[in-house]
């Protein structure tokens, strides 16, 4: 397949609680993986990545979880804040292009 | 240090006519990756260029064409303008390019509208 793929269109969650956005992909030699922000009105921006010889990376409230066996990324937020609503999109390093996923959108309940 | 300049920010343009963007990386970077970017399709790869040669191609029509200066400034080009060609254009840099797993940084993208 072609594809790096986001589970949920959409996701609300709680401000305080903790966000978890997932990703599936199928290319199993992608070796590099990256998550974006996307807010309104601005280009994506780098949040954190991981490579493939990893299970997880911890940045500041941000962890990214990689899967490799069954191909599965996922960026966990913690104490999500209203300033984390955005567009968040997984991408892969697939011979040598950086190939992106559709994208969770996702919102912070007051 | 000064971020990926995108320039112009809009632009609205008939169906027929060419366009032309342009991308300054940010300083040191030499690698520049162009995306386009629309609602149905998400965000697609379109080339990336390094040391003013293109390294990597998406599947996009030989409309869509790029070029990378000595100072590591890009331009991308689309002719004969089409309506579906209406997207977000986005530049990203890097030191080294996808090929090294170099952080990407991007511009805030010029909105191109085809009437």
């Known amino acids: 397949g072609e594809s790096v793929g986001l589970h949920l269109p959409t996701l609300s969650v709680q401000e305080g609680d903790n966000s978890i956005i997932n990703c599936a992909y199928s290319n199993s030699a992608s070796d590099y993986f990256i998550w974006y922000k996307q807010e309104s009105g601005k280009g994506p921006q780098f949040i954190i990545d991981i490579r493939s010889n990893m299970d997880k990376r911890q940045g500041q409230r941000v962890t990214v979880l990689l899967n490799k066996t069954v191909k599965h990324l996922s960026l966990q937020i913690a104490a999500t804040q209203p300033g984390d609503s955005a567009v968040y999109f997984c991408a892969e390093n697939r011979d040598d292009k950086i190939i992106f996923g559709k994208g969770t959108r996702l919102h912070i309940l007051p | 240090k000064a971020g990926v300049t995108q320039t112009p920010r809009y632009l609205i343009k008939t169906r027929g006519q060419q366009v032309t963007l342009s991308c300054s990386p940010i300083?040191?970077?030499?690698?520049v990756s162009w995306y386009q970017q629309t609602p149905g399709q998400g965000l697609q790869f379109l080339f990336e260029y390094f040391s003013e040669t293109q390294r990597n191609k998406g599947n996009f029509p030989g409309r869509f064409s790029g070029r990378q200066f000595s100072n590591s400034r890009s331009e991308m080009n689309v002719s004969t303008l089409e309506l579906g060609d209406s997207a977000l254009y986005l530049c990203?840099?890097?030191?080294?390019?996808?090929?090294?797993?170099?952080?990407?940084?991007f511009g805030q993208g010029t909105r191109l509208t085809v009437v």
């Open positions: 990203a840099s890097s030191r080294q390019g996808p090929s090294m797993n170099t952080e990407a940084f």
């Open positions: 300083s040191g970077h030499r690698s």
